[in-house]
């Protein structure tokens, strides 16, 4: 069965780059899943970031997605998160996770869909802080 | 910023049953299928219920879930201690094509 290991900087300089990755263990890497990254601030709900799909497409949450970069490497197995210009708001536990998901129908441009993240990783907190 | 709407807390004693709501709009929950996460206190999520009311494999039929229009509930019955945790409800946005969460509720076994 997949398995998830994240890494990654702990400790961020504000107005810099945050960058986090993870390495998929068992599972076919480009056909199972799409693959995304959530977080949590401390004391906090849960907060999707966004995903990256089988063909590489992205999609990220309108809340970040001017400063959010999700890219896989196939070759390594291996997803990356990068949030640029973090500010202290960004500090928060994040967990890599294969996604399910399929289209239950689409209207017009829009399609619905079934959506579900069935394995996660353990989690890694980042702290900002100069 | 959470756009699905869970009660912060439900409660009840051993063997009891509890239900979580989680209210959105058209745009998710009414169109899109629903899926619940168990947090165990310190631990990363896990999930309970996808497409509605399927549970995965090893999560045991005492979870529960269920979908009316832009509402989802998740019922949990024979209520056990190791079920006190964070539960949070997700569906994907199809108008802004993203998933959302939502707030999150506690559960407390008295």
């Known amino acids: 069965q997949v398995q998830l290991q994240q890494w990654g900087a702990g400790l961020v300089k504000p107005s810099e780059t945050l960058s986090l990755t993870c390495d998929v263990y068992?599972?076919?890497?480009?056909?199972?899943?799409?693959w995304t990254w959530i977080r949590q601030p401390p004391g906090k709900g849960l907060e999707w970031i966004g995903e990256v799909g089988h063909s590489g497409s992205t999609n990220y949450s309108p809340s970040l997605k001017s400063r959010v970069t999700i890219s896989v490497d196939p070759s390594k197995s291996q997803l990356s998160l990068k949030v640029t210009s973090v500010t202290a708001a960004d500090a928060a536990v994040y967990f890599c996770?294969?996604?399910?998901?399929?289209?239950?129908?689409?209207?017009?441009?829009?399609?619905?869909?079934?959506?579900?993240?069935?394995?996660w990783g353990k989690g890694t907190t980042v702290t900002v802080s100069s | 910023q959470s756009v699905l709407t869970q009660p912060p807390s439900v409660s009840a004693a051993p063997g009891q049953k509890v239900t979580i709501s989680c209210s959105g709009s058209s745009s998710n929950i009414g169109n899109n299928y629903v899926s619940w996460y168990q947090q165990l206190p310190g631990t990363g999520p896990r999930l309970l219920i996808y497409?509605?009311?399927e549970r995965p494999s090893g999560i045991p039929d005492r979870f529960s879930g269920s979908k009316s229009g832009t509402s989802a509930t998740l019922g949990i019955t024979g209520l056990q201690t190791g079920d006190e945790a964070d539960y949070y409800c997700?569906?994907?946005?199809?108008?802004?094509?993203?998933?959302?969460f939502g707030t999150g509720t506690k559960v407390t076994v008295l």
């Open positions: 996770a294969g996604a399910t998901g399929r289209d239950i129908y689409c209207s017009f441009s829009t399609c619905h869909r079934a959506y579900h993240m069935g394995v």
């Open positions: 497409d509605n009311n």
């Open positions: 068992g599972g076919s890497f480009s056909d199972d899943y799409y």
């Open positions: 997700g569906a994907w946005d199809s108008g802004v094509k993203s998933y959302v």
